[in-house]
């Protein structure tokens, strides 16, 4: 970072000139934005145009001193006119590429309005859905918010930052934010560093390994210390263990939060615990404030000032703004264009998990009289949290079910509205109209605003009188589809039984009636899976697949903790033995595991093959991997799509290792009757988990036996067993089935 165009600059810089780079605020007045900028302030929010934002970089290189751009900022989490499902229903889709596009297309929309750095992607893990914010990230499990994340910032960024079409990204929140006790947002964080190291730092290391140019501090406390202030991440892990040379944005207010955290009494206290942790940027404009500096360079040593400025100004360069910091007015895009709408809908269709099809009812038959009810059905609500005012809006569910299905009368009945009181008579109304119908599609889930930040919530079953209205079509006897559209995932315990199909939408954005009612009629197949466990019921949360092994497991037919629960199998209790960790009153496991998701046709998985059975920890040290194959075929009577995930369990390890871990995940398409070789390779980090009490505090593999399980989903089966050994390396023994 020792750019001598940046060190010139630096050098000529005032006191009051070097804080102002270091905050960003938003004022909805654009002459209150002009007069902050006057003042020195380096960082603002989009001004909702490229013309507004030109105008603004304008003053700010000619009507200052030293003439320096602006960092122009705005949430952009899942897409700027054209909005594309959520983080967490993109996740849906394990595929991290179809993320990379969306990224660049939601990136080149911004840009062409002057936006140069977005506020995403978000990659806590998040095991506890009653949490709003779980709709902003990846999900439950570390390799998939690894893979997501980077693959987003690979889509914002490109190759190149000063490119017309990239813009800045900004990993979030870092870190812990998806642990907050109790699922309540902005709440306080405890966790072991052997937790943090394993579980929660992993996605930031990736999104920055990827090159992700920015990180903002979360709102939360790690073992008592907010992380505004928390100068042992901040500096001593993501600056000089990582090596982090980036921009290290604070969320809104976080420092100023620190008074209420109680660790600051004043502002300037809470400035100078931030920028002494390592923060660069301040959100919310306090550093300068009517052109007073909230710290003299008495209180905040120069040397930390030099630095944040530093990282601020090299930002700058690297996304051009010296070279030309204004964009084309004529070139903005102001609404989803049509080639950008073909995306969406495309991802949308990968983003849908059918989580149940009894008797192949999915895809519909044209039927004659169709019910359409629920309060999505006619709703045009179907975009997610985390959108603007601006973004292009969508159509509703029953309109496209006209427009697709001529031949069919389509009735609608409202059945239930999303937060209203107990009104039984719409309910009523629904289930006459379902008598008199061939099929119904009852539409339910939540509005957006629902979920996302500050939209926490206790009862994560269906709000109002939604599960009412299930139960009433139910009781008629005609056959009927449950479509979800959530930002979380939901308790569906109560009535799933009572469903012969469920389709979890979730929000898909701009296409989601087109997209929807495609994979109702077999337009498209639904090939999604589950990026999170669906719970029982809100008090078995947090629930997810890779918990830990516990000294009194529950057993069933001799599997320990099983992901699933089939009372066919198993009877209608969880053990027999009552000293086990398990509820007295809830089935084992979660109603549906991570991974899970169907399609309209079926895979088989045979023939797993291991290439290595045994390998020494020297080998797999210098590059060494295991390989294994499995064959999978599809076994139905159309074409379709499979997700073939892979996990290890590590058998006996010094530390306690979860159940199981996703490594591995790929995806096929098997035209009806095919077969394909699925081909896998373990290396060192597959196998490692981080320990203070290994040799040297770190990433390590301990030698031992490691289960393998392959499958369509977190309840794979067994399909190989390796062993690291600390011998040194032996003759191959060759392909072992």
Not at 330 to 341: D, G, K, L, V
Not at 525 to 548: D, T, W
């Amino acid at each position: 970072m020792n750019d001598p165009f940046v060190e010139d600059l630096l050098a000529r810089m005032t006191w009051q000139e070097k804080l102002g780079q270091l905050q960003i605020t938003y004022h909805p007045d654009a002459g209150r934005t002009r007069d902050l900028v006057s003042a020195g302030m380096g960082c603002i929010f989009w001004q909702g145009s490229a013309e507004a934002t030109n105008a603004m970089q304008r003053h700010a290189v000619t009507n200052t001193r030293l003439g320096i751009p602006l960092l122009v900022g705005l949430d952009v989490i899942h897409g700027q006119r054209t909005i594309f499902p959520t983080p967490l229903a993109l996740a849906s889709s394990f595929q991290p590429e179809l993320a990379e596009l969306v990224a660049r297309v939601s990136g080149r929309e911004a840009a062409s309005g002057g936006v140069n750095w977005t506020f995403s992607p978000m990659v806590d893990v998040s095991r506890d859905p009653r949490w709003g914010r779980v709709v902003e990230g990846f999900g439950e499990d570390v390799l998939l918010n690894s893979a997501f994340g980077a693959a987003m910032v690979r889509g914002y960024q490109g190759d190149d930052l000063a490119a017309a079409s990239a813009i800045a990204a900004c990993a979030k929140h870092f870190v812990g934010y998806g642990h907050a006790e109790g699922g309540r947002d902005y709440n306080t964080t405890d966790m072991s560093e052997y937790r943090l190291r394993n579980t929660y730092l992993p996605p930031f290391k990736a999104v920055l390994d990827a090159g992700a140019a920015t990180i903002m501090a979360a709102f939360n406390t790690i073992d008592g210390v907010p992380m505004h202030a928390n100068g042992r991440l901040l500096t001593e892990v993501l600056r000089e263990e990582w090596g982090f040379e980036g921009v290290v944005v604070g969320d809104a207010d976080g420092v100023m939060n620190l008074i209420p955290h109680g660790v600051a009494a004043t502002t300037a206290e809470a400035l100078l615990l931030a920028f002494r942790a390592g923060l660069t940027v301040e959100m919310g404009g306090n550093v300068v404030k009517d052109g007073v500096p909230a710290l003299t360079d008495a209180e905040l040593s120069p040397t930390v000032v030099d630095d944040a400025v530093r990282r601020v100004l090299t930002l700058k360069v690297a996304l051009g703004l010296f070279d030309d910091p204004y964009v084309e007015p004529e070139q903005e895009i102001f609404e989803a264009t049509p080639e950008h709408r073909d995306i969406a809908r495309d991802v949308a269709a990968a983003s849908m998990v059918l989580l149940k099809n009894d008797d192949a009812l999915l895809p519909l038959r044209r039927p004659r009289r169709l019910l359409v009810t629920g309060p999505s059905a006619d709703s045009t609500d179907h975009l997610g949290a985390w959108v603007q005012s601006f973004a292009t809006p969508s159509g509703s569910i029953v309109d496209e079910l006209r427009r697709r299905l001529p031949e069919t009368e389509v009735l609608l009945s409202p059945g239930a509205t999303f937060l209203g009181g107990d009104d039984p008579s719409l309910a009523a109304e629904a289930a006459s109209k379902a008598s008199e119908s061939d099929l119904v599609v009852v539409f339910v889930g939540e509005p957006s605003n629902l979920s996302g930040e500050a939209a926490s919530r206790s009862d994560l079953r269906l709000p109002g009188q939604q599960e009412a209205l299930i139960h009433a079509i139910a009781d008629t006897g005609v056959p009927f589809i449950v479509v979800i559209e959530s930002g979380r995932p939901l308790a569906l315990s109560e009535w799933f039984h009572r469903a012969p199909a469920v389709l979890q939408a979730w929000h898909l954005g701009t296409e989601a009636p087109h997209a929807i009612v495609s994979a109702l009629t077999g337009g498209t197949a639904p090939s999604g899976k589950l990026p999170v466990s669906l719970p029982r019921s809100s008090s078995q949360v947090p629930i997810f697949y890779s918990h830990e092994n516990t000294g009194r497991p529950a057993t069933v037919g001799g599997q320990l903790e099983p992901t699933k629960w089939d009372p066919a199998l198993h009877g209608p209790n969880n053990v027999d033995d009552k000293y086990s960790s398990k509820y007295l009153d809830l089935d084992l496991g979660p109603l549906l595991p991570f991974g899970h998701g169907l399609t309209y046709t079926r895979f088989e998985y045979s023939e797993a093959r291991v290439r290595t059975e045994m390998m020494p920890l020297e080998s797999l040290r210098q590059g060494a991997t295991f390989g294994l194959e499995i064959t999978v075929t599809n076994v139905g009577d159309r074409e379709g799509d499979e997700i073939v995930q892979l996990y290890i369990h590590d058998v006996v390890a010094h530390r306690v290792q979860p159940v199981r871990v996703l490594r591995k995940f790929s995806g096929v398409h098997l035209e009806a009757g095919e077969s394909q070789s699925v081909a896998f390779q373990l290396c060192f980090e597959d196998l490692a988990f981080w320990s203070e009490s290994h040799r040297t505090p770190g990433f390590d593999v301990e030698p031992g036996a490691f289960d393998v399980f392959i499958g369509g989903s977190s309840d794979a089966p067994l399909a190989a067993r390796i062993e690291v050994t600390a011998a040194s390396p032996q003759p191959s023994t060759g392909d072992r089935s």
